[in-house]
């Protein structure tokens, strides 16, 4: 590559994008951060953060993601800690730092072990290895078709009466079936780290189970060495080329998220998640009901290395220009803050607000008995598809962080620390909204 002919296309860029009061600050010659209030136009936008649009610029083979072999990440301070004094103490082998704008850093590490030097009020988000939307550019969905299903969900919700059908189905979800499935994933395998043999027997017993359910399944391969997506889908009788989409990631890790020797029970992240996305099948299938719209079932891989197989998934269908009318994600619902009452932390970042309105709303009608909060924790697979303009929304265990639950990441992560009315009530919740969604059809 010519470093003249490169840094003259960069200021050209740069001009190119700078609509905004504010110019884009480029960082290591491949990439630039601009304000939040820009409208920059880019076919290589990386994201939205707290302090900053992420942009890259990738014409030239020295900035492609692939060339330089490193995972980026933002760091995101917390508190008032000094972001530069915790950075200077950070080992540059491992660790390089593009940049800091605000109480925010683009860092760029060897591998996704990066988590482990930071310890404390950080939060630290996986750029996607991929362009991404912007907000204002989101068409997998067009405005009308959006609002339109927004005002169907709505319109039976503002009635107040519950839907006996729906009723039924969330009636036959099972508090004993859910720990039945923690407690196969977290103790027949050693660990389900996504790079593990073991993750691939995972898969071949996810898939294996969603066949005998009914469902159709395939499997989603999206990088080598890593165990694959399953897809398990019911086609809808009125809809079938529109998709209503829950899901939750099987694989799992411990202190060292490298080491396939470790256990990594992960009977909570996200040993829970799949156990309700299990029972969820289940209880789909049950009664032989016909649903108007298609539904997904996706148990994602590759979650734990930064949203992988998620993220690749949601791309894939993007490409193809999939409709997605709404996806319901799970990551870790089985467990409750001492001296507190069953909560559903829903996630408030990298969400679609008007599904997040309505998904709360189905909540409180379907399962009162569960209190609706928020949780500003990062980051779930939900990511991926609103970061391809899909309408998406996560369920968490808590209003906080994933770091409040004490077994998090550790090999003490077993179903006798979680509490499973919890991932009960939370799965009855997902459900209802899944159901809400693909309309159980009518005779």
């Known amino acids: 590559t010519n470093p003249d002919k490169m840094s003259s296309t960069l200021l050209v860029l740069c001009a190119a994008l700078a609509v905004s009061p504010v110019a884009p600050t480029p960082l290591n010659g491949c990439w630039l951060t601009a304000p939040l209030n820009s409208t920059l136009k880019s076919n290589n936008f990386f994201g939205t953060y707290r302090d900053f649009k992420l942009y890259r610029h990738s014409n030239f083979p020295a900035c492609s993601l692939n060339a330089d072999h490193k995972i980026f990440w933002v760091l995101e301070a917390l508190d008032d800690t000094s972001l530069d004094t915790h950075l200077k103490g950070l080992p540059s082998a491992e660790v390089s730092v593009l940049a800091t704008v605000g109480g925010s850093a683009v860092v760029a590490s060897t591998d996704f072990t990066i988590e482990s030097l930071f310890h404390g009020s950080y939060q630290l988000i996986p750029v996607p290895t991929h362009p991404v939307k912007q907000r204002e550019e989101y068409t997998a969905l067009n405005k009308t078709k959006r609002e339109e299903v927004a005002k169907e969900a709505r319109i039976r919700l503002l009635a107040q009466k519950k839907d006996?059908?729906?009723?039924?189905?969330?009636?036959?979800?099972?508090?004993?079936?859910?720990?039945?499935?923690?407690?196969?994933?977290?103790?027949?395998?050693?660990?389900?780290?996504?790079?593990?043999?073991?993750?691939?027997?995972?898969?071949?017993?996810?898939?294996?189970?969603?066949?005998?359910?009914?469902?159709?399944?395939?499997?989603?391969?999206?990088?080598?060495?890593?165990?694959?997506?399953?897809?398990?889908?019911?086609?809808?009788?009125?809809?079938?080329?529109?998709?209503?989409?829950?899901?939750?990631?099987y694989d799992s890790r411990a202190e060292d998220a490298k080491d396939p020797t470790m256990r990594a029970p992960g009977a909570d992240d996200n040993g829970s998640g799949t156990a309700h996305l299990l029972e969820l099948a289940r209880v789909l299938t049950a009664n032989q009901d016909e649903y108007e719209y298609s539904?997904?079932?996706?148990?994602?891989?590759?979650?734990?290395?930064?949203?992988?197989?998620?993220?690749?998934?949601?791309?894939?269908?993007?490409?193809?220009?999939?409709?997605?009318?709404?996806?319901?994600?799970?990551?870790?619902?089985?467990?409750?803050l001492p001296g507190t009452k069953p909560t559903v932390g829903m996630k408030d970042r990298y969400v679609s607000d008007w599904l997040l309105g309505v998904a709360n709303d189905v909540t409180r009608l379907y399962v009162p008995e569960l209190i609706v909060g928020s949780s500003s924790s990062c980051c779930s697979d939900h990511q991926g598809f609103t970061e391809n303009?899909?309408?998406?929304?996560?369920?968490?265990?808590?209003q906080g962080s994933a770091s409040d639950y004490p077994h998090y990441h550790k090999t003490t992560d077993v179903v006798d620390n979680l509490d499973l009315e919890n991932a009960l009530l939370i799965s009855k919740a997902v459900a209802a909204s899944v159901l809400q969604f693909a309309v159980i059809a009518r005779e």
């Open 295 to 336: 539904i997904r079932l996706c148990f994602f891989s590759g979650e734990e290395q930064g949203l992988l197989g998620s993220r690749a998934y949601a791309k894939h269908l993007s490409d193809l220009g999939t409709k997605v009318v709404a996806m319901f994600n799970a990551d870790m619902i089985a467990y409750k």
């Open 389 to 398: 303009g899909f309408p998406a929304i996560g369920y968490f265990e808590n």
């Open 164 to 249: 006996p059908q729906i009723e039924d189905v969330l009636e036959k979800i099972s508090e004993d079936n859910i720990r039945e499935n923690i407690v196969y994933l977290s103790t027949t395998y050693h660990t389900r780290l996504s790079t593990s043999p073991e993750a691939k027997k995972v898969e071949a017993s996810l898939e294996q189970k969603l066949v005998e359910m009914g469902f159709t399944v395939t499997v989603f391969p999206f990088q080598e060495g890593y165990s694959a997506c399953v897809i398990a889908e019911l086609t809808g009788s009125k809809y079938p080329n529109e998709y209503v989409i829950a899901g939750a990631h």
